[in-house]
């Protein structure tokens, strides 16, 4: 809905505003100021109010695409384009500081444009009820840190994680008051939840004080929907400020705003900072002092909402139907565009992306740019960070339209001191949306998944967002795997149906948790002992073990040559000098390959792992954490690659050839699992070099990792693979029961 413009503007820039016969005079603006100005009379407005009303209406009229109004929906306002015009400047500061008092007049100039452009109907409309007008791209943000006192009563923006939602319930706007004695009703607005009963009734004779309000269906008693919600700031958005709790604060939605988020869903929120008491104030005269800050949204909006997973709400639809270019009026370098993870690329990072996409040997670059302070252990990071990458995003028509995974899960099983937690760590610091949590911590089941919270006063109960839902779309690290316990159950249904039920308190529902678990854990007697399978050597449930696509398996094994390796690179990255090319470098090169020995796939010069591997006299300058973080944010936002003709029958060739060699009884089962865990690692390792297309060469990179962590996991303590054992079964091999 757009209208007319035909207020003219003056030579100075300034609107020029209607003349006092024209459609919005003052009797039309009297007409729909007790809608928006209930407590104070018309007929004592002063002068400033009309001329803002006025003005603003003059400016709907002259920019009508800085407005959407739909006939159910709520009336959007681009604030940015008001921002860009120079003599709106006053109001732009205004509505900062006075947000109350110019939506307010907003709302009565809406009201004004729609009675020109649509006479009578307008009336249907308006109807007789405020217009929810949303303040939408609204800058600049706010960090959680300065909301405090001084912001009180001002417009400000916020962006974080719904970490909590509040049940819906009706918040009154008017109510019907009946006399006890006479039954004359009278009507009460009430703003912000807050009314006085009439002090006595108004019929002729009749003194009574006692009135009750009349809830019957089809009395004047309205109300509208409203919720409370709790976001939390995101640590690694303010990295100048670590070891501390995460900030989080409570925004009351209203009207249509209800029911738009969930716990884990990334939002911007616009509103105004208010206060209320605090629950230990209430009820206490000598802590009646004490509050409590919140916001009253205006607006939310999903962050990149437009995803290609998700359909935008009503509201971010209705957004993407204004056709506004917001880096339109900015400066090239400045031009921003947002994720669904809250990460915002400008022009130069788009410029660095595009330089890191024509280095030749683009994934070595990306595996030694991943966590460098740990030596070696190139295919464990391979494999990590094709699990950060991820796979397509898709849907299975032939099934139902059921959702089909698209994160791989790793595991990194070994020795204490092998780094695990510092790559674990790394991964929380480059997913676009990393979350990381330790098994140490006495992390609970409801820590993982989702938490039912009484709320306080209502008794209602409340969902409280875990781990796994707040990394939806993401990664999620557990360091200290085996810790964990008895909660290994509650992963089992985020792992594979990438989804958390909860039915309790009466509460039933399902949550997305659509993240990939990449979790580090040391063996159950200190070291690995190869003798046993990794479920013997963990205590963990076969079941949760058979969600992951790739085990990895990194042993203390003394070497001489490798230990002095291992030391040159610690000690240098103490002393802060630079790894040089020719020293530990090139060592562990060419110790890698002597190492190698006798395997045929690693002594191929084409392997990935001699890939991957730093020639002598080559140095490498890692990307920062940063922006590889951004990179990584860019391919799982606008690369979706597709498996090629050659590719496909690479990998069905390998599933066939698993599935012969695993028929036996005691065996570990090859099943589709693992056939889909292959197209889901060779989608990710054509989206890390951003191609659309898996070639033949990405399904053999991935088939060589799925061969190491396969050899790894069977074999046994003579170095002898032994396919005989299952991987989660009883673990004793045949040369130990020969032995018995």
Request: one cysteine or more.
């Amino acid at each position: 809905m757009s209208f007319r413009p035909q207020t003219t503007i003056a030579s100075d820039g300034r609107l020029n505003p209607p003349n006092p016969g024209s459609e919005y005079s003052t009797a039309l603006i009297g007409r729909y100021w007790p809608i928006y100005f209930p407590r104070h009379d018309f007929q004592a407005a002063s002068d400033e109010h009309l001329q803002d009303i006025r003005s603003l209406t003059a400016y709907i009229k002259t920019h009508p695409g800085a407005f959407l109004m739909e006939a159910t929906g709520p009336c959007l306002f681009d604030y940015s384009m008001m921002a860009r015009d120079p003599p709106m400047a006053d109001f732009v500061q205004r509505i900062r500081d006075e947000p109350e008092h110019i939506l307010r007049c907003l709302g009565v100039a809406v009201c004004l444009a729609m009675n020109e452009e649509y006479g009578s109907t307008s009336e249907y409309l308006i109807g007789s009820h405020r217009l929810p007008i949303h303040l939408m791209y609204h800058e600049p943000l706010t960090h959680m840190k300065h909301l405090k006192s001084s912001l009180v009563g001002k417009l400000v923006t916020v962006r974080g994680t719904v970490v909590r939602t509040s049940t819906i319930k009706p918040l009154l706007t008017q109510a019907e008051f009946i006399c006890s004695k006479c039954g004359r009703p009278q009507l009460v607005k009430i703003i912000e939840g807050k009314y006085e009963v009439p002090s006595k009734c108004y019929t002729m004779g009749c003194k009574n004080r006692i009135f009750d309000v009349n809830r019957k269906v089809g009395s004047s008693t309205s109300a509208v929907d409203w919720q409370q919600i709790r976001i939390q700031e995101k640590i690694n958005d303010d990295p100048k400020d670590p070891g501390r709790v995460p900030r989080s604060i409570d925004a009351e939605l209203v009207g249509d705003l209800v029911d738009t988020v969930v716990p884990g869903d990334v939002v911007t929120c616009t509103g105004i900072v208010k206060v209320t008491m605090s629950d230990e104030g209430k009820g206490k005269a000598r802590a009646n002092s004490l509050y409590i800050i919140y916001l009253d949204a205006v607006a939310l909006s999903k962050v990149g909402g437009g995803s290609e997973s998700e359909a935008g709400d009503s509201v971010s639809a209705s957004i993407d139907r204004l056709g506004l270019d917001r880096g339109a009026s900015k400066d090239n370098s400045e031009s921003e565009t947002s994720t669904k993870d809250g990460i915002s690329f400008t022009t130069k990072d788009y410029q660095f992306i595009n330089k890191v996409y024509q280095e030749p040997r683009l994934f070595r670059l990306l595996i030694h740019s991943f966590c460098p302070g740990i030596f070696g252990h190139e295919m464990v990071k391979a494999g990590i960070m094709l699990a950060l990458f991820g796979a397509r995003k898709r849907q299975s028509t032939d099934r139902g339209s059921m959702n089909i995974r698209s994160d791989s899960h790793v595991l990194v099983v070994g020795d204490p001191g092998l780094g695990k937690s510092q790559m674990l760590s790394a991964v929380g610091q480059i997913a676009p949306r990393g979350v990381y949590v330790c098994g140490t911590s006495g992390i609970s089941s409801s820590g993982l998944t989702v938490t039912l919270v009484k709320e306080a006063g209502s008794g209602d109960f409340a969902l409280e967002a875990g781990a796994l839902v707040l990394s939806d779309m993401g990664c999620c690290a557990i360091d200290e795997f085996d810790k964990i316990g008895s909660e290994h159950s509650s992963l089992l249904e985020a792992m594979e149906q990438q989804s958390i039920s909860i039915a309790k308190g009466g509460l039933v529902c399902s949550l997305p948790a659509r993240t990939s678990v990449i979790a580090a854990a040391n063996p159950a007697g200190g070291h690995y002992n190869k003798a046993k399978t990794v479920s013997e050597n963990l205590k963990i449930n076969s079941a949760l073990l058979s969600r992951f696509d790739l085990i990895f398996i990194l042993l203390d094994r003394p070497d001489a040559e490798m230990d002095r390796f291992l030391s040159e690179h610690v000690m240098a990255l103490h002393s802060g000098s630079k790894i040089t090319p020719g020293s530990t470098a090139t060592s562990s090169s060419q110790y890698t390959r002597q190492a190698a020995g006798d395997s045929e796939s690693e002594a191929n010069a084409n392997s990935l792992k001699e890939q991957l591997l730093v020639q002598p006299g080559e140095a490498i300058d890692p990307i920062p954490a940063g922006l590889l973080r951004k990179y990584v944010a860019y391919a799982r936002k606008y690369v979706h690659p597709r498996l090629s003709p050659e590719a496909t029958q690479k990998l069905k060739e390998f599933y066939l050839e698993l599935r012969r060699s695993h028929r036996a009884i005691d065996s570990t089962p090859i099943t589709t699992r693992q056939l889909e865990a292959l197209v889901r690692l060779a989608e990710a390792r054509a989206r890390a070099e951003l191609r659309v297309v898996v070639t033949e060469d990405d399904a053999n990179n991935v088939i060589e990792i799925m061969r190491y962590s396969l050899f790894q996991t069977y074999e046994d303590e003579d170095g002898v693979m032994d396919f005989d054992r299952s991987q989660m079964g009883t673990g004793v091999s045949n040369t130990n029961e020969l032995k018995r």
